[in-house]
């Protein structure tokens, strides 16, 4: 850290000193800051921390406590490793319910099993509250302190409301984008956008961020998409997502698309999930408007979406996870997934199609790390987040450097991306205050949610285990035919070792 920097944080510890009413000392540990001016990150060995309220105020490249607040509490992180939050920007957390039951599931089962139009017949708003705050902890445990949720629940004003709620009353830092689609009930866009505009007026949180999903850019009438891009323009929206998932899925909502519309170069940030087969003008139109995509590794590999050309717009991408029932929750695994997806990818092409061996890595551990943190800030349109910087918000994690899988480490950020686990986490801070201490979520009455929790997903799964499969024969719902996948053969002999399902 500069000399001048220091001196300003100096000064900021007492002037925010003054007006703080808590502030804590993270001491004594490795910490990846980031410096705004270079772009890189700046490892600080043996260095200090200082929160006050919900910033960090300062930076010290010793584990002195000299000169902080007289009441700061101070938080002993020798031997760890302190990072700032994972920044998840695609999730779905009102389907946590359905837990393991999608383990084989595709995109195709998906849509009529387990997306959004399956879940008004299975989900009470009482349901969907406790899974969507469940999902939440769930996230915050593993490191996750920024989430954008595509809230396609909204099939009436309860359902949407207990989304909403739920979002609210974890005091995570959540970015809700309420789901502006047709529904099969008489609560349609219309009605959404009044209750979208009742909810913004009636609510007051420091941490869930009203913002807008709409999927329809494609499909729906000209005059519906214009009203609701005239919507978020007017309402100050920060934040509208959408799916897009091209080819021969067909669901559209393209950059171009949403070019057309007039929302993607407006001062919305925009956040596009999947972008399966991203067409190069889409690219260049992220580009220029400096919106953002968001790859969710595992999801794309797990359903069958599959990844065209994301690798091409790294500089303009984030990660998330998507449907967290199915596979891992935590975007450390989404970051390590993609770094060997990239890796292996471009590796191919001088190995497989040259015969050529490669001079070197196609992409660095600190790419992955950028994707998880500071890439996620900047999609949601938030210089403070993903980054430890003076002034930006106080979202960190504190890694455990003598736990089994990290023993060892040189590399802080190596040591993260391809050895840690959501085992080794130790505390999570979000807004400057502890969500996880000491491996432990700090929630009042978290055994009384976990039981509220499991009555509402063993009822809604036997409910699901009753309803047969969707038999996946003919074509799909845009015409484009089922195709035969070959099944991998992990056993000897006549069986393949598929098994079945043990929902």
Same mark, same amino acid.
């Given at each position: 850290?500069?000399?001048?920097?220091?001196?300003?944080?100096?000064?900021?510890?007492?002037?925010?000193?003054?007006?703080?009413?808590? =502030?804590?000392?993270?001491?004594?540990?490795?910490?990846?800051?980031?410096?705004?001016?270079?772009?890189?990150?700046?490892?600080?060995?043996?260095?200090?921390?200082?929160?006050?309220?919900?910033?960090?105020?300062?930076?010290?490249?010793?584990?002195?406590?000299?000169?902080?607040? #007289?009441?700061?509490?101070?938080?002993?992180?020798?031997?760890?490793?302190?990072?700032?939050?994972?920044?998840?920007?695609?999730?779905?957390?009102?389907?946590?319910?359905? !837990?393991?039951?999608?383990?084989?599931?595709?995109?195709?089962?998906?849509?009529?099993?387990?997306?959004?139009?399956?879940?008004? !017949?299975?989900?009470?708003?009482?349901?969907?509250?406790? =899974?969507?705050?469940?999902?939440?902890?769930?996230?915050?445990?593993?490191?996750?302190?920024?989430?954008?949720?595509?809230?396609?629940?909204?099939?009436?004003?309860?359902?949407?409301?207990?989304?909403?709620?739920?979002?609210?009353?974890?005091?995570?830092?959540?970015?809700?984008?309420?789901?502006?689609?047709?529904?099969?009930?008489?609560?349609?866009?219309?009605?959404?956008?009044?209750?979208?505009?009742?909810?913004?007026?009636?609510?007051?949180?420091?941490?869930?961020?009203?913002?807008?999903?709409? #999927?329809?850019?494609? #499909?729906?009438?000209?005059?519906?998409?214009?009203?609701?891009?005239?919507?978020? !323009?007017?309402?100050?929206?920060?934040?509208?997502?959408?799916?897009?998932?091209?080819?021969?899925?067909?669901?559209?909502?393209?950059?171009?698309?949403?070019?057309?519309?007039?929302?993607?170069?407006?001062?919305?940030?925009?956040?596009? =999930?999947?972008?399966?087969?991203?067409?190069?003008?889409?690219?260049?139109?992220?580009?220029?408007?400096?919106?953002?995509?968001?790859?969710?590794?595992?999801?794309?590999?797990?359903?069958?979406?599959?990844?065209?050309?994301?690798?091409?717009?790294?500089?303009?991408?984030?990660?998330?996870?998507?449907?967290?029932?199915?596979?891992?929750?935590?975007?450390?695994?989404?970051?390590?997934?993609?770094?060997?997806?990239?890796?292996?990818?471009?590796?191919?092409?001088?190995?497989?199609?040259?015969?050529?061996?490669?001079?070197?890595?196609?992409?660095?551990?600190?790419?992955?790390?950028?994707?998880?943190?500071?890439?996620?800030?900047?999609?949601?349109?938030?210089?403070?987040?993903?980054?430890?910087?003076?002034?930006?918000?106080?979202?960190?994690?504190?890694?455990?450097?003598? =736990?089994?899988?990290?023993?060892?480490?040189?590399?802080?950020?190596?040591?993260?991306?391809?050895?840690?686990?959501?085992?080794?986490?130790?505390?999570?801070?979000?807004?400057?205050?502890?969500? !996880?201490?000491?491996?432990?979520?700090?929630?009042?009455?978290?055994?009384?949610?976990? #039981?509220?929790?499991?009555?509402?997903?063993?009822?809604?799964?036997?409910?699901?285990?009753?309803?047969?499969?969707?038999?996946?024969?003919?074509?799909?719902?845009?015409?484009?035919?089922?195709?035969?996948?070959?099944?991998?053969?992990?056993?000897?002999?006549?069986?393949?070792?598929?098994?079945?399902?043990?929902?």
């Amino acid at each position: 850290m500069q000399l001048s920097n220091i001196v300003r944080a100096i000064l900021g510890v007492f002037y925010y000193g003054t007006l703080a009413t808590s =502030s804590k000392l993270l001491s004594g540990g490795t910490i990846v800051a980031f410096d705004h001016d270079t772009g890189l990150f700046n490892i600080i060995r043996n260095g200090s921390l200082l929160i006050v309220q919900d910033r960090i105020t300062a930076i010290f490249d010793t584990a002195s406590s000299d000169g902080v607040p #007289d009441d700061t509490e101070l938080v002993d992180c020798t031997n760890k490793i302190i990072t700032p939050g994972f920044i998840d920007t695609h999730r779905h957390g009102w389907q946590t319910v359905y !837990k393991t039951l999608g383990s084989n599931t595709t995109l195709a089962e998906y849509a009529t099993r387990y997306g959004a139009a399956a879940g008004l !017949k299975l989900f009470t708003p009482k349901d969907l509250y406790i =899974s969507q705050l469940t999902g939440i902890y769930e996230a915050q445990a593993a490191g996750v302190t920024a989430i954008l949720d595509h809230a396609h629940h909204t099939w009436t004003r309860d359902h949407a409301e207990a989304g909403w709620q739920a979002s609210v009353d974890s005091g995570a830092r959540i970015f809700f984008a309420y789901g502006l689609q047709n529904t099969t009930t008489d609560f349609q866009v219309p009605q959404q956008m009044a209750h979208w505009s009742e909810l913004a007026k009636s609510t007051s949180t420091n941490l869930a961020t009203l913002c807008m999903a709409y #999927d329809d850019f494609t #499909d729906s009438p000209e005059s519906i998409t214009r009203t609701v891009v005239d919507f978020a !323009k007017e309402n100050n929206v920060s934040v509208l997502t959408t799916h897009q998932v091209e080819g021969p899925w067909m669901f559209g909502n393209t950059p171009e698309d949403l070019y057309r519309s007039g929302i993607l170069n407006s001062s919305v940030s925009v956040v596009i =999930s999947h972008s399966a087969f991203l067409t190069a003008r889409g690219a260049q139109l992220l580009r220029s408007t400096n919106q953002h995509i968001s790859i969710t590794a595992e999801s794309e590999m797990h359903y069958g979406h599959v990844h065209t050309t994301s690798h091409l717009i790294l500089d303009q991408a984030s990660l998330g996870v998507d449907t967290h029932f199915t596979f891992s929750t935590d975007i450390l695994t989404q970051a390590r997934i993609w770094l060997q997806r990239v890796r292996e990818r471009l590796y191919s092409h001088t190995v497989a199609d040259r015969w050529e061996i490669p001079d070197g890595n196609p992409m660095s551990v600190n790419q992955a790390f950028l994707l998880a943190t500071r890439q996620g800030g900047l999609a949601l349109g938030r210089e403070d987040l993903g980054v430890i910087a003076p002034d930006a918000k106080a979202d960190i994690v504190v890694w455990d450097g003598r =736990s089994p899988a990290l023993l060892g480490w040189a590399d802080p950020i190596a040591a993260v991306i391809l050895h840690a686990s959501v085992g080794d986490i130790d505390h999570v801070l979000v807004d400057g205050e502890f969500v !996880k201490r000491d491996k432990k979520l700090v929630i009042d009455g978290y055994e009384g949610i976990q #039981d509220r929790f499991l009555e509402a997903a063993g009822r809604i799964q036997a409910e699901l285990k009753e309803t047969p499969l969707p038999q996946l024969v003919g074509a799909f719902l845009t015409g484009y035919p089922y195709g035969t996948v070959e099944q991998a053969d992990v056993q000897r002999g006549d069986g393949t070792g598929y098994g079945p399902s043990y929902a």
